[in-house]
């Protein structure tokens, strides 16, 4: 599969929105929020709006994995 600069983009995005959860889940410390101006701050929302966008693109990657398996069968 050839990687395309926005699947790399995305992939990072989805790794900060996971090691937020991660920390959020086992420290209850939510790192963007702190980073950033609370959960309330324009930024924030932004960093949230971008991790969500980049998991929702993260799904096609499922349909790119089958396409090259089904390529390699034949």
Same mark, same amino acid.
């Given at each position: 599969?050839?990687? %395309?600069?926005?699947?790399?983009? &995305?992939?990072?995005? =989805?790794?900060? *929105?996971?090691?937020?959860?991660?920390? =959020?889940?086992?420290?209850?410390?939510?790192? /963007?929020?702190?980073?950033?101006?609370?959960?309330? &701050?324009?930024? &924030?929302?932004? /960093?949230?709006?971008? /991790? *969500?966008?980049?998991?929702?693109?993260?799904? &096609?990657l499922f349909? %790119?994995?089958?396409e090259e398996?089904?390529?390699? %069968?034949?």
């Amino acid at each position: 599969m050839k990687t %395309r600069p926005l699947d790399f983009l &995305s992939l990072l995005l =989805i790794i900060i *929105g996971a090691l937020n959860w991660g920390l =959020i889940g086992f420290f209850q410390f939510d790192l /963007v929020a702190s980073l950033f101006g609370g959960t309330d &701050s324009w930024l &924030s929302r932004i /960093v949230y709006a971008l /991790v *969500g966008l980049a998991g929702l693109y993260g799904l &096609s990657l499922f349909g %790119r994995i089958d396409e090259e398996r089904l390529g390699e %069968r034949e």
